[in-house]
């Protein structure tokens, strides 16, 4: 008997056989461990009022007792982080150390949350006019959205949900069908940190499930991290249903590595940022550009790395790399390494010679060299560990062939050149810049997103972005005259005396 994973709606989880459900997978092994309910629309329908009713009362909840609450799933989140790590690798297969890293990530913005009181401060004028004061506040917008990703089931829906509640929102998570036990788990804590029934909710399923919250007027945004096509989806047609909607879409992630950066440096953290978590990251690099006469040396600095990677179970003993998320997914990217040979590209690692055993979904680190911008293995996102090596001729080459990218998510540039490193970060058309860093992720204070194809909307998540995002101003001006002042009629536009 497999697992039934239910939706969460209203502080407990559904009951009832679903009209439609999913299977789960370990990826490591192959069989299914789980079948997961699909939401269709009443299912949706049922956690918006949930959350409509609980948002009434948790925007009027004070804001030291919201803390109090996010304190307290901080704590819960430390306590659990090895359940909460077992359950990513389980059903993403990452190894255990990289979930261990992904539940901290996490755990930084709920820390983050923490401090909603400071960031959530308005803005006072006193004496705007004569006994008139100015004053603007930020409040909730009521129901909001989360759509997540598989590679991520703790962190990326904990770049929504804390700072979205912490502000006084109730939320409705739609993780992904392929990983949905962490979300579930989450829930679990948020309920024994004090979070009143309905102000968390988690609906799983598919596009069906995604159109219904899309279209569903009583959610108010919509936050969603994915693929391109389905970023702009999600953005198109949330916002024709009148929504607020940030939609973070894919990568192609450059590291430009100058002639004078340390070779061993560089070709360390291109084999870490391109094969942790099988590439299937968002801020993974899967381009590293070599610039002037070091690409032999680098290309062979990184092939000595990667050929020494351990591709395992992500449960197993010395495991670096796991198996990526489906078979479908795994053969999809197989698929690009053919491509690049036939294209002409120099295969120097072929991680289809990957021996595991068992019926996995397991592929190997793969490196190309001599790639061009034509091929396929560079134009499109391929979200596996496919690294490919451009060679550049020159600075200006090297930062044109970023420019000229359809995205703009992350870049990282190695060097030990300050002038250089300073005129790159200036000139690079991307949101997130690294130096001699090859994952630029911020800091949860800070806030997270890209340029161009990689980013639908105006604000980034988690940081002060988020908070933008997940509240709304409003300005007042106020005025509280004398008694039995003199009564006055003036019909004219309102100026300041």
Not at 245 to 269: E, F, R, T
Request: with cysteine; hydrophobic share 45%; aromatic share 8%.
């Amino acid at each position: 008997m497999t697992e039934q994973i239910r939706h969460w709606i209203n502080g407990a989880e559904s009951e009832g056989k679903p009209a439609r459900a999913g299977a789960v997978y370990d990826p490591a092994t192959g069989q299914q461990t789980a079948d997961v309910d699909f939401a269709g629309a009443a299912d949706v329908d049922r956690a918006v009022a949930a959350a409509t009713t609980a948002a009434t009362a948790w925007r009027r909840t004070s804001l030291s007792r919201r803390v109090k609450v996010l304190f307290a799933l901080r704590e819960l989140v430390d306590r659990n982080r090895d359940a909460l790590a077992a359950a990513i690798t389980a059903q993403h297969g990452k190894t255990l150390d990289d979930a261990h890293g992904e539940v901290q990530r996490g755990l930084e913005v709920v820390e983050f949350a923490c401090g909603i009181p400071s960031v959530l401060q308005g803005e006072f004028s006193a004496d705007v006019s004569t006994a008139v004061d100015a004053y603007s506040l930020r409040q909730p917008l009521g129901v909001v959205a989360g759509i997540t990703p598989f590679n991520f089931p703790i962190m990326v829906p904990m770049w929504m949900h804390p700072i979205a509640i912490a502000a006084g929102n109730a939320f409705i998570l739609k993780p992904s069908e392929k990983d949905p036990t962490a979300s579930m788990l989450v829930a679990k804590l948020w309920q024994r940190a004090g979070l009143p029934d309905g102000v968390f909710n988690v609906v799983h399923g598919d596009k069906e499930t995604v159109d219904a919250i899309l279209d569903h007027p009583g959610i108010a945004a919509v936050s969603f991290v994915g693929s391109t096509p389905i970023a702009r989806y999600v953005y198109e047609r949330g916002t024709a249903a009148g929504k607020r909607v940030q939609a973070l879409g894919g990568a192609k992630n450059h590291m430009v590595v100058l002639p004078d950066a340390d070779l061993g440096v560089a070709a360390d953290a291109a084999v870490s940022a391109g094969y942790g978590s099988a590439g299937e990251r968002c801020m993974a690099v899967s381009v590293v550009v070599a610039v002037g006469d070091i690409a032999d040396g680098l290309v062979e600095a990184i092939a000595e790395r990667t050929r020494e990677l351990r591709t395992a179970p992500g449960n197993a003993d010395g495991a670096q790399m796991g198996p990526l998320i489906t078979r479908e997914h795994r053969d999809k990217v197989s698929g690009y390494v053919a491509a690049g040979e036939s294209e002409g590209a120099t295969l120097v690692v072929d991680g289809r010679k990957v021996s595991v055993d068992g019926d996995g979904f397991f592929l190997g680190p793969v490196l190309f060299d001599h790639v061009t911008p034509r091929m396929s293995i560079y134009t499109d996102e391929v979200f596996g560990p496919l690294l490919s090596v451009v060679r550049a001729a020159s600075y200006d080459d090297a930062l044109s062939l970023v420019n000229a990218n359809r995205y703009g998510n992350g870049v990282a540039i190695f060097t030990n050149d300050g002038l250089a490193a300073r005129r790159f970060t200036d000139e690079v058309e991307v949101g997130m810049v690294g130096i001699n860093v090859p994952i630029p992720t911020p800091m949860a204070y800070f806030s997270f997103g890209g340029w161009k194809q990689s980013l639908f909307g105006d604000t980034h998540v988690h940081g002060k972005h988020a908070v933008h995002f997940y509240t709304r101003t409003k300005a007042v001006t106020a005025r509280w005259p004398e008694p039995d002042a003199e009564r006055a009629m003036h019909l004219g536009f309102p100026t300041a005396t």
